[in-house]
């Protein structure tokens, strides 16, 4: 009777036990890993620009990590259509996260402001009550895209978010 026990109870503590793919290749494990990833965090994203009441482009977000650091990045609707004209008012032009990097870990609205005729400018990462928790520069970038896009990398002591359209090209640049 005590095998029959034991092994009963072996069996419910096998059934237990989740399945994984780690018998899968490793390719395999790391699409699936991607898939996972974007999914949370295009979720993510979303959940913090309401948040912040804004609509995202969701396609096309972009990460990037170094060390214990991340940042995400995107646009926001209507992205297609700002012009310079509307930077050098000052406009709100992409929603990124930042975990680490001397910014302290949440969402914030990248809004810039590029005086006319300028090659340099202001950002300002404004958290969700619209206070500006950090001051970066803007730089004109090269030519501007038929389709919009954003970019994002992490340097030795700097993280860089691009933003692209056919309108417009600049990098906003976040020292730490």
């Known amino acids: ?12 503590l096998l059934a237990s036990v989740p399945l994984s793919n780690s018998h899968a290749a490793p390719s395999d494990r790391l699409e699936s890993a ?6 949370d965090l295009t979720r993510a994203m ?8 804004l609509e995202i482009s969701t396609d096309g977000i972009v990460f990037a990590t170094r060390d214990d650091g991340m940042v995400a990045n995107t646009g926001v609707a209507g992205f297609d259509s700002l012009t ?9 032009v992409g929603f990124t996260y930042y975990s680490g ?6 969402f914030y609205r ?36 038929r ?4 970019t994002c990398s992490v340097s030795w002591h700097h993280v860089t978010v691009d933003y692209h359209s056919g309108n417009i090209s600049f990098e906003v640049t976040v020292k730490w």
């Open 84 to 92: 310079y004209d509307d930077l050098a008012r000052g406009a709100v």
């Open 34 to 39: 991607n898939t996972a990833l974007r999914d």
């Open 1 to 12: 009777m005590n095998r029959i026990l034991s092994l009963f109870g072996a069996l419910c």
């Open 110 to 145: 990248v809004y810039v402001v590029l005086p006319k005729g300028a090659k340099t400018g202001t950002a300002y990462l404004l958290d969700a009550q619209g206070r500006a928790v950090k001051e970066a520069t803007v730089s004109v970038g090269a030519t501007a895209q």
């Open 46 to 53: 979303l959940e913090g620009a309401a948040e912040h009441g």
């Open 101 to 106: 990097f001397t910014v302290e870990p949440g």
């Open 147 to 150: 389709a919009s896009k954003w």
